[in-house]
Each structure stands twice: as C-alpha cells, then as structure tokens.
C-alpha cells in the first residue's frame, strides 16, 4: 500500500520538497495508516521528497474512549518522534449552541483546530485520511440530495491546502495494511450507529448494492468520478477563459461583465460563469441555488436597463449600461 499512495502522490502532485504537513489523526484506520505510510516515504532515503510531518488530534468529548484515543494517538507520535498536538472540544455543547448538526460540529471544530496548528507550525498543507469508499459514500449522498455534475466527483485528491493520500486506497486495503503492521488502530463505534445518512450508505445501501447488483460498485463509482473530474476540470478552464473575455472590471467589492457577450454563451457556460464570478468576489458560492442562477439568467436574457435581483442579503446582480454588476452588500 506504501507503493500505491506513493503513486497516488506523484499522480496529483500532493508533496513537494519542502513541504510542512498537518496529518489529521483520529486514531482509527485511516488515519493511523496515512500516518505511519507518510512517516515511512518520509524516512525513506531512497524516496526523494524532502518534507515535515506534524499530527494533529481532535478529542470531540462525545465517547468514553476518546481519551485512550488521544493516548494512542500521543505514543504513537512520541514513539517515533514526531510533533504532536491535541484539543478537546466539547462538539456536542457546540452542535447545541450553534443549533447545527453533531457530524457539522465535529468537522467545523476539527478544520478550525487544524488551520490553527497550521498556522502556530508555519506549515503549507492539512492530509486527510479519506479513502476510496469515503469518496463513494459522498457521491451516492450527493445523488441522494440531488446535487449537480461536480458533486458526481466525489472527494478529491486534492484541494487548496487540503490533500488525501489515500483516496485511492479501498477501506478493505488499508484494514488489511494496518494488521500486517500491527498498527492496532482504534474503533470508533460511531461508525455502526446508522442514525447518520453517511453510516446508513456505508453499512446498509453499498453492501446492499454490492450482495444484488454489482459487487464491484466501488470501482465503478470511482470511475465515474474520475471521468467527471476530468471533464469539470476542462469547463472550469473554459469558463475561467471566457470570463476574463467577458469581464470590464474586478474589484474586491464589485464585478462588471459584458452583458452582450455573457448572452451569446450556452447556459451551461452562463451558469457557471455566474458561479465563478461570485467565487470570486466571496471565495464561495454557498447560497447561491439553480433558482437564483435561473433567476439571473432571464433578467440579463431581457436586457433591460436598472433591473436587479439579490439572491440573498450578500450580493446585488444588476443589470445597467449594456453590462452586469455583481456588488457585494457586506
């Protein structure tokens, strides 16, 4: 498996010379596993990357076995002398106060703590553990909320600061890499409690799956997520061409299109285009749905002058002077 999420990071370009990564390490698997096979290419003198690894550890305060976690995690790390940092966050008063979801917490509190010891350690790059069948998971969920083409991607390799070592490594490999080494990870029984959707697609639709329609459905997903990722990284590039073809000004509080050559676009392009523009003004596009884009589209489409929607209370799309406008409001 070493081998393989070597391959994985050369294929994607996850570590380069110099690089100074947080692992995030829960204890389990998939963690302990990124941990130990990143530990080993570091060590390897007939490896040539020269790079940091520094662990990072989230008690979320919600099982009894946490703290042995934290523990095992900790020797782990001292056994062979690696940096490590730990936090309890009490995640469930957190789902509580903030009237979010516990899984919504618990994340929201684990990345926070890591962009904290990123920033504490002067790193550049967060791993994360997640595998194969976790990319799966998140597809067929995406399909269960009825997501667009990009969420048929699934999780990437990598994103921003973000990297996965072994995202292409199934859950079955790395089980069986962590007894052959007698990693001796632990458990979270969490993961057999079927009231969340990502356990009930884990223990009950993909077994399911597998026993009447295509034991290799895994493999099967990943393929199509990687024909998707191929191709929505191709639109990404077109639009992000003709936007700069369209685009008059940028500031950090406005953008200004040409109205005329945003309506000579197909609506696929349209669509995205209005998506990339708000990115770049927010650094996301969270808020925006098909309804508001849909919305969009039609008042440039009547190309009459001093018309304007907010799709909500953040940005102001305006339609004046042959050109859109999208002003932010905060």
């Known amino acids: 498996m070493k ?26 698997p998939d963690s302990i596993s990124m941990l130990d096979i990143l530990n080993n290419i570091k060590n390897d003198k007939n490896i040539d990357i020269n790079f940091e690894i520094i662990v990072a550890h989230v008690n979320h305060m919600i099982r009894e076995e946490a703290i042995e976690d934290e523990k095992y995690v900790r020797n782990f790390c001292e056994e062979r002398e690696i940096e490590f940092y730990s936090k309890s966050i009490d995640v469930q008063k957190m789902a509580n106060n903030n009237k979010i979801g516990t899984e919504e917490a618990g994340r929201k509190a684990r990345y926070e703590f890591f962009d904290e010891i990123l ?10 553990a997640h595998n194969r069948n976790d990319s799966v998971e998140t597809v067929i969920m995406h399909i269960l909320r009825g997501s667009g083409i990009s969420g048929l991607k699934g999780i990437e390799p990598r994103r921003e600061k973000y990297i996965r070592p ?14 052959e080494n007698h ?3 632990k458990i979270d029984k969490t993961n057999f409690d079927n009231i969340y959707t990502r356990n009930k697609i884990r223990n009950i639709v993909i077994p399911y799956i597998k026993n009447e329609f295509n034991e290799n459905i895994v493999k099967t997903i990943s393929r199509l997520s990687e024909l998707v990722s191929e ?5 990404d590039k077109q639009v992000k061409k003709i936007y700069k073809e369209i685009l008059i000004t940028e500031g950090k509080k406005e953008i200004q299109l040409d109205l005329k050559k945003f309506n000579i676009q197909e609506k696929v392009i349209k669509s995205r285009l209005i998506l990339y523009t708000i990115t770049r003004i ?12 849909e919305d969009i589209i039609k008042l440039c489409s009547n190309n009459i002058g001093n018309k304007f929607l907010t799709p909500n209370k953040n940005i102001k799309v305006l ?3 042959h050109k859109i406008y999208f002003i932010s409001q905060v």
């Open 183 to 185: 990693l001796k990870p």
């Open 319 to 321: 339609v004046k002077n």
């Open 3 to 28: 081998s393989k999420v070597l391959n994985t990071i050369k294929k994607y370009n996850l570590i380069e010379n110099g690089d100074k990564i947080i692992l995030a390490v829960s204890g389990g």
């Open 166 to 179: 072994l995202i292409e490594c199934e859950r079955k490999e790395i089980e069986e890499y962590c007894y």
């Open 282 to 293: 927010f650094g996301s596009s969270e808020g925006i749905e098909k309804v508001h884009i």
């Open 231 to 235: 191709e929505e990284n191709y639109m």
């Open 119 to 128: 920033k504490k350690t002067n790193s550049n790059k967060i791993a994360i």
